[in-house]
């Protein structure tokens, strides 16, 4: 830019030059003829030497002028095009004139001008490059300089922060996260040492999230140190998967302990000699198979959620086009019998011509699952109600009982393997601790959801919900 604007002061003087130049160039041309042609031509009277100076002075004026014209205007158009190069604007090339000098100047500023604007149309399409990685990738991105000014920043980030879109770049972080007090002692940490460093804090907003930042030194083209650049990314499934498998390993082998203890010291019983007495004998093989069943129903609902999480258990053509009803009620009859000995009516409310294709396999997996629970956890004489409804192709089933109802910090973790509101009396009625996961994990395979809404004292309501593609003739059938 300072080379431009010397070059536009050169061509202003430049420019002068040219136009006294010419003048001077006649000043002497008119002295010397005149004092040739009063020394040469004595006979000639003043006023004819008067006369011819006149008209001399008068054609080296015109002289002048054209002269002047025809260097003026190129170096003119030179000052203005050089101009226009300096605010970056290259859409039109100098005109250098007639003159070689100013022609070679032109040539030279047009060339310089085509090669600016190749490399600022290159800079700014690896700028909008960058930007556009920065915004594709999964894990966000900071960077800040030594005094904590904001460099960059890219969406996933934001997210991460709970940043709004409003422009930040050029704040500081402090005033930007003041809140994060951890994240930004982490940051004074990594311009302090200068070095790699890695840490997962936690982050709450209206839910909590663990983040793991990464950040490293970050340097100019010259190698000079300019602030640090951090990865964020959110590890809270992670962790949450990592808590639940250590939870899994722990509560398998604690369900699977038990009645293997059981089964174990029954035989030796048996064994030592407990055989020989019927009465003692029938006592241990009683609790034998009810141990035996126990294990066995614990290894088949395992085996069960394995399956249903398979993604490809509803594209393997386990699905069907049936009537909902006939569903429900084949349900309804299979724990007839459990019903029928607590004095529990269970009562159905589904539309006669409601059709759907579904898993019928998840689908009456999922429904005795809640039916089973809605009569163990329901005193003797209360009343168990299934209903069916259909809302923008979304079928959803409630089961609703009176039972004894399920405390509010407990409903996050009720549809997690082997957890139970009531330890000892879900043992005592036989539950795996494997159902209600059974039931989320068949619906999921649906592309659907469950939910569950509980009064402790009053009752329960579990709720399916799923996408029905296939519906025929339900409005009629309401009709």
Not at 272 to 278: H, K, L, N, R
Not at 442 to 457: L, N, Y
């Amino acid at each position: 830019m300072a080379s431009v604007t010397a070059l536009i002061i050169d061509m202003k003087y430049t420019s002068i030059s040219w136009t006294i130049f010419p003048l001077i160039t006649a000043f002497i041309i008119i002295s010397a003829f005149t004092g040739a042609l009063v020394t040469s031509v004595e006979a000639l009277k003043a006023g004819q030497v008067a006369f011819i100076s006149g008209m001399a002075f008068a054609a080296s004026a015109v002289l002048s002028i054209i002269i002047s014209n025809i260097t003026r205007k190129p170096l003119k158009e030179i000052s203005q095009g050089a101009a226009r190069f300096a605010l970056g604007l290259f859409d039109k090339p100098i005109d250098g004139g007639m003159l070689k000098e100013t022609a070679e100047i032109a040539e030279n500023l047009n060339i310089m001008s085509a090669e600016l604007k190749v490399r600022i149309s290159a800079g700014a399409n690896e700028a909008q490059t960058g930007e556009a990685v920065l915004t594709c990738l999964k894990e966000g991105i900071l960077a800040v300089d030594a005094n904590l000014v904001i460099l960059k920043i890219n969406p996933v980030a934001r997210h991460l922060l709970d940043i709004p879109s409003a422009k930040i770049e050029g704040l500081s972080i402090r005033d930007v996260v003041y809140k994060r007090s951890e994240l930004l002692n982490f940051i004074d940490e990594g311009l302090e040492t200068r070095k790699l460093l890695s840490k997962e804090m936690s982050i709450e907003d209206s839910k909590k999230k663990i983040i793991q930042v990464i950040q490293s030194p970050l340097h100019k083209s010259n190698g000079e140190y300019w602030g640090q650049v951090m990865s964020l990314n959110d590890v809270t499934r992670l962790r949450q998967l990592e808590s639940l498998r250590r939870d899994f390993a722990a509560n398998v082998s604690h369900e699977l302990r038990t009645p293997i203890t059981s089964i174990q010291g029954a035989v030796e019983a048996l064994l030592s000699g407990a055989v020989e007495d019927p009465e003692t004998a029938d006592r241990f093989l009683q609790m034998l198979d009810r141990q035996v069943k126990r294990l066995s129903g614990i290894i088949e609902d395992l085996l069960t959620l394995s399956r249903i999480e398979n993604e490809n258990v509803i594209s393997q053509g386990f699905i069907e086009h049936v009537s909902i009803k006939n569903v429900l009620e084949k349900i309804i009859s299979d724990l007839s019998y459990k019903s029928a000995e607590k004095n529990i009516n269970v009562k159905l409310a589904c539309p006669d011509n409601l059709e759907a294709t579904i898993s019928v396999m998840l689908l009456e997996r999922a429904l005795a699952n809640l039916l089973d629970n809605s009569i163990n956890y329901s005193d003797p004489g209360k009343e168990v109600l299934i209903s069916v409804f259909l809302s923008e192709n979304v079928l959803s089933i409630h089961v609703r009982d009176q039972g004894f109802g399920i405390d509010g910090n407990h409903l996050d973790r009720i549809f997690e393997r082997f957890y139970r509101v009531d330890t000892s009396r879900s043992r005592k009625l036989g539950g795996t601790g494997l159902g209600l996961s059974i039931v989320k994990h068949s619906i999921i395979a649906h592309g659907g959801k469950v939910t569950v809404e509980s009064v402790p004292g009053e009752g329960s309501v579990f709720s399916i919900h799923i996408p029905v593609k296939k519906i025929v003739n339900f409005k009629k059938a309401i009709a």
